[in-house]
């Protein structure tokens, strides 16, 4: 049983992750054509690479936000990177015509920030949380906001305890 203030635990696979961004990607192929992708690093990588090939997507770009600074919280919004005028300027500007991926939408402070970049755009992420779900277009799985998901790329493989003995 967890503990009072203390967060759910989501692990997340390779396996998983690669279906749950092949779903994304399934998802968007429906919704028009994009000329680009900018990826929001560094979680908007992984995902933003199964979309472009599922959807044959060429030009990718990438817009550096930091907000994790110590893997638990989110701290002050840094954008290292902004995405290049020339993206910004497909489909008659605004981000029109481009896709913006990320792995997660928790607070929305993050999605917020580049969609002043790109009101146009599109966005997707393969996580959503309550708190940025509207600032999302396209998303795969909703999880609670008091949820940390543990992504494939952070973790090891090692022993998990059983949920009886209190894992989360």
């Not at 959807?55 to 990438?62: A, S």
């Not at 917020?112 to 940025?132: I, L, Q, S």
């Not at 396209?138 to 894992?167: H, K, N």
Request: with cysteine; hydrophobic share 45%; proline share 6%.
């Amino acid at each position: 049983m967890s503990q009072p203030n203390q967060p759910k635990a989501f692990p997340v696979s390779w396996d998983q992750f690669h279906r749950d961004a092949r779903a994304l990607a399934w998802r968007l192929a429906g919704q028009g054509h994009w000329d680009a992708i900018v990826a929001i690093t560094r979680g908007g990588l992984v995902p933003a690479a199964i979309v472009a090939r599922e959807l044959d997507i060429r030009l990718i770009e990438t817009v550096c936000v930091a907000s994790y600074h110590d893997y638990k919280s989110q701290g002050e919004l840094k954008v290292m990177k902004g995405v290049s005028e020339d993206v910004i300027k497909l489909g008659g500007g605004e981000g029109a015509g481009v896709l913006i991926v990320d792995d997660l939408v928790d607070t929305g402070k993050t999605a917020k920030v580049v969609r002043e970049m790109m009101p146009k755009a599109h966005m997707a992420t393969v996580y959503a949380k309550p708190m940025g779900r509207p600032l999302v277009d396209t998303f795969i799985t909703e999880v609670s906001q008091d949820t940390w998901i543990y992504f494939p790329w952070d973790m090891g493989l090692t022993f998990q305890p059983p949920i009886r003995d209190g894992a989360a």
